[in-house]
């Protein structure tokens, strides 16, 4: 038995196929991912995986997002252990080398319609998105997490038997991050428009993923401008990131406890040459009011119907802060993370985190907090900026693309 490994690559929501040359021993002018056999301890396959990466796209920049499960491939009187990964890339340059005759970047359910190596859909299966991991994705924000729904759905779509199959996908899709309010309203808007079939479903859902990171894009470039010279921030929103890189401020930003995604966010801006200061989340305030700050900018995991703001704990006392000094608190986020109700879906952290010793100590670590509508300038989006009548316009937008599931399409 052999072990190899087959890397896919992403980037947005495409992943590169090559078609392989006359210059590999097998499966010559079938498409595959970045592939090769592992020479060493396949315990150490990823180490594999990289160095086939830089031999067959000339890449040394790929991030690991996933290593999957060995997939066993059994091809008449070969076997496989196939080794899955996927790495996340920046852009679309390949430099291919001798055994990649030709390559492309395609949404993956493409290759059900391409003459392939054995199991490259199984292969792939292993390291894709799954409602699991959209719900237990405790490391990035709102926004990535519901391209990834978005692909969940896809390719779901793309092997579903009935209509009624894909449904199910998106109701357990919808509902896995209910303090998220991307992740259902853009399955939502996917399901609420348009024919009910499996392929349809899965061309929408093609579109909406990639429509979304424009949105979050669009949004973020906005933001750039309201930056000024200097803003505060906490946490780690992706679109406040991108916001920040192309303004270059001087950012002060919170540690934001307990998973401390500040840090990472400061070393982050650090490393690209942006002014940086990294103080505890109780500073903050005081902080705040020692310097003399342009804006506060945050992100959100949801918009509610009245203009309040869900994000990580800390936002409301950040805005509070604000307020007292005199200084305009945005929150950017793509429209779809507004919802269509009013209601609160906290998330409860670890109480070890805060507290494990032996005395009856009752614990409160919630992960989110609603800032109330009151202590926010104004919400940037893809589609402008928006005050509290331009969140319920949207609201009732997303409450009408909520109804393709009945009573329960809200949630």
Do not use: Q
């Not at 670890?350 to 609603?370: H, L, Q």
Request: charged share 25%; net charge negative; aromatic share 4%.
């Amino acid at each position: 038995m052999s072990h190899v490994v087959t890397c896919f690559l992403r980037h947005r929501t495409a992943i590169l196929l090559g078609r392989r040359s006359d210059a590999v021993g097998t499966y010559t002018g079938r498409w595959a991912g970045v592939s090769g056999y592992v020479e060493g301890d396949p315990a150490d396959a990823e180490r594999d995986a990289r160095r086939e990466i830089r031999e067959e796209t000339g890449r040394t920049d790929a991030t690991l997002v996933r290593a999957g499960e060995p997939v066993e491939v059994v091809d008449g009187e070969r076997t496989w252990t196939v080794h899955p990964f996927l790495f996340e890339v920046s852009d679309r340059e390949v430099a291919s080398n001798e055994e990649i005759a030709t390559h492309e970047w395609v949404s993956p359910p493409a290759m059900l319609d391409r003459p392939t190596v054995p199991s490259l859909w199984d292969a792939y299966r292993a390291v894709a998105p799954t409602v699991e991991t959209v719900a237990n994705d405790g490391t990035h924000g709102s926004a990535w997490i519901s391209v990834r729904a978005l692909e969940v759905l896809r390719d779901r779509a793309a092997v579903a038997a009935t209509a009624d199959a894909v449904a199910a996908v998106a109701r357990d899709l919808r509902d896995a991050r209910p303090s998220m309010a991307a992740v259902a309203t853009r399955v939502n808007r996917v399901m609420a428009t348009g024919e009910r079939t499996p392929a349809a479903i899965r061309d929408r859902a093609s579109e909406a993923a990639e429509a979304a990171l424009d949105a979050d894009e669009a949004a973020a470039a906005r933001a750039a401008d309201r930056c000024g010279d200097a803003v505060v921030t906490l946490s780690r929103s992706g679109t406040v990131l991108a916001a920040l890189r192309e303004a270059e401020p001087a950012v002060l930003i919170g540690e934001s406890r307990p998973a401390c995604e500040g840090t990472d966010v400061a070393a982050t801006l650090a490393d690209d040459g942006i002014d940086v200061t990294l103080t505890t989340d109780a500073a903050l305030a005081s902080e705040l009011a020692a310097r003399d700050v342009d804006c506060v900018l945050v992100g959100a995991d949801a918009v509610l119907a009245d203009g309040s703001v869900v994000n990580k704990v800390g936002t409301r006392s950040l805005a509070l802060a604000a307020d007292a000094e005199d200084v305009p608190v945005y929150v950017v986020a793509a429209a779809a993370k507004v919802r269509p109700d009013e209601a609160f879906h906290g998330e409860t952290g670890d109480a070890a985190d805060i507290y494990d010793g032996a005395s009856p100590v009752t614990v409160a670590n919630p992960v989110f907090e609603r800032t109330p509508a009151a202590l926010v300038t104004g919400v940037i989006t893809e589609r402008g900026i928006l005050d509290a009548n331009g969140v319920r316009d949207v609201a009732a937008e997303h409450r009408e693309n909520a109804e393709w599931d009945g009573e329960t399409g809200g949630r």
